[in-house]
């Protein structure tokens, strides 16, 4: 039972469907009656009918991530967590997995819940296919969405995110302005952050005239005797590089422990760049030269972001920081 | 407003209560009123009220941790997640810190919710003065309570955990035994679970005879130079040894980095054994030897014991499981 299937019951448009929710004045008490009686009638959630009697509300914010053993969604919720509450805001959590399906029913399920806003963590969350994405459109019909990493042009919908593009094309640039030419790039993901990250390295390469490289990883987000698996077996079929930058730093690690694995020399026989500067960046030895995508200031900036939105009802709609990159053992003075 | 305030002010008993928010047919239609009138009059949490009018279940369950970037448990609330998605349940997180305040606010955002059952994640919950745990005997009032490595007897909770005294015990006699006696125990938590491992290196040091020397971390846990920083001034120090057991596996990633910072062999001039056999055991070189706490059995026993409270009321109250050493480079054959 959606404010759709109410409004269509009731015979009124959605929006006074929402000015009796909201207890608003102006609707008739005709018609409130008669929306108020759709609700009864079908058990609209019982929160949302509690939220419409105006009772305080709960000071929540909904976050949705696909997967929360994954370090950097993990690392997003732990900061994001922590910046609601020094707002007076509790966190509630779900783990929607990578389907539409699941994710359809975690927003409904956190919709259910009286928040007073909803995050979704990661870019994996926007389709490329415009009615994918219609199960944003409708969350934020009725609560504000916060888009971490991910860009929607909609309204009540806010994006805050990193320039994926240009950062790895930076650091593409700078690894084949310091003499390395057969950089190898190495990615697990095609989502909307992974394609930028894709294309910044394929931009950086063709523009200096060399050949992009890319090999994609198709297993799980933590596999990584796979990653090493499929780098070795690219060097016993002949493929050989000295320079390779992955989308995130745990194939990172895989390629250090390829060269470690070979007895190859880091930086000099291969130099690696990794992604996010995850805490993963310093379990290595050498250390991982990684790309720091800001993520406590993104999560930050959010976070004030729909603060300014819940306040106000004003916030920046788009926001883009800059990455950094982060000059670890892993590559040469870059 | 809790139980107790309802039936005090009602003059009923708190089973009473719960006997009228749960239906229950054994309740007289005056009582019931009487009940009803005081939860009405004291605004007693919406939900609470729905699930007492008899609405369906919302299916979902609440799941605690001090902090989701934590990679052990992350893990923890991605194995809940994915099997309590499989038996039709979905999972709200809340994220609580390592304050009794903030855990006490977070017990009852989540019971707010319609939460059907609630499981703590990490052995911190537990405190050792006994009525500081109260805000869980509360909780398990209304809601059955499950315990991840955390033990408490008490109706309506039920632990499941690991024996973290044995398994270290074990490891440690194995390392002793394999020849290496000057043995360093490197840890950070003085949690339930934290102590357990302490007294296991401690009691196989000493029934072998020899001196335990304990070395504690007093940083955050990702902290991982400011641990290899602290083992490096004991080097300094002149404290030599050639064993190492640390309480998880980012303590003893940071001994793999001192030893290679000092050009130390492993595991010849030093062997290293983590805890948790968590996914940073294969992102070392060589790969970490480590203690598996079996923490996907210990969720799914967990969930398992979950259901069958949920639907027939009866489950095993206290289940442990034994730890095994994964063996890996970084320690001669155990």
């Keep these: 039972m959606t404010i759709y299937d109410i409004s269509e019951k009731a015979g009124v448009s959605i ?39 105006g009772l ?5 914010i909904g976050i949705m991530c696909a997967d929360s053993s994954d370090l950097y969604l993990a690392k997003a919720i732990y900061y994001l967590e922590r910046q609601l509450r020094e707002n007076g805001y509790h966190c509630i959590l779900c783990c929607s997995g990578y389907e539409l399906k699941t994710r359809r029913e975690s927003l409904e399920l956190l919709l259910q819940q009286k928040v007073d806003g909803i995050i979704l ?88 005239g060399l050949k992009p490289t890319e090999v994609f990883f198709n297993g799980t987000h933590e596999d990584i005797s796979g990653m090493t698996g499929q780098l070795l077996k690219l060097r016993e079929n002949g493929q050989v590089f000295h320079g390779l930058i992955a989308a995130d730093d745990m194939l990172a690690l895989a390629a250090v422990k390829y060269a470690l694995t070979l007895g190859l020399r880091i ?13 993963l960046a310093q379990c290595c030895y050498p250390e991982l030269t990684s790309i720091d995508n800001k993520l406590e200031a993104l999560c930050q900036h959010l976070t004030d972001t729909l603060m300014d939105v819940l306040t106000d009802n004003y916030g920046i709609k788009n926001t883009m920081f800059s990455g950094d990159l982060i000059q670890r053992g892993t590559t040469p003075k870059l």
């Design 15 to 53: 929006a006074t469907v929402s000015r009796v929710l909201n207890g608003s004045a102006n609707v008739s008490e005709e018609t409130r009656q008669r929306v108020l009686e759709v609700i009864d009638k079908y058990e609209y959630t019982p929160n949302a009918f509690a939220r419409g009697l």
């Design 121 to 208: 963590v990661g870019s994996n969350y926007i389709y490329e296919q415009e009615e994918q994405n219609k199960y944003i459109l409708d969350a934020a019909l009725t609560t504000p969405v916060m888009l971490l990493n991910g860009s929607l042009d909609a309204p009540n919908v806010y994006s805050i995110l990193c320039d994926d593009y240009t950062s790895v094309q930076e650091a593409t640039n700078r690894m084949i302005t310091s003499g390395i030419r057969d950089i190898l790039y190495f990615y697990n993901s095609n989502s909307y952050s992974g394609k930028k990250k894709l294309y910044g390295y394929r931009n950086a390469m063709e523009e200096h």
């Design 267 to 279: 930086p000099d026989d291969l130099a690696v760049i990794g992604y996010n500067n995850s805490i």
């Design 56 to 60: 305080n509300t709960m000071r929540t």
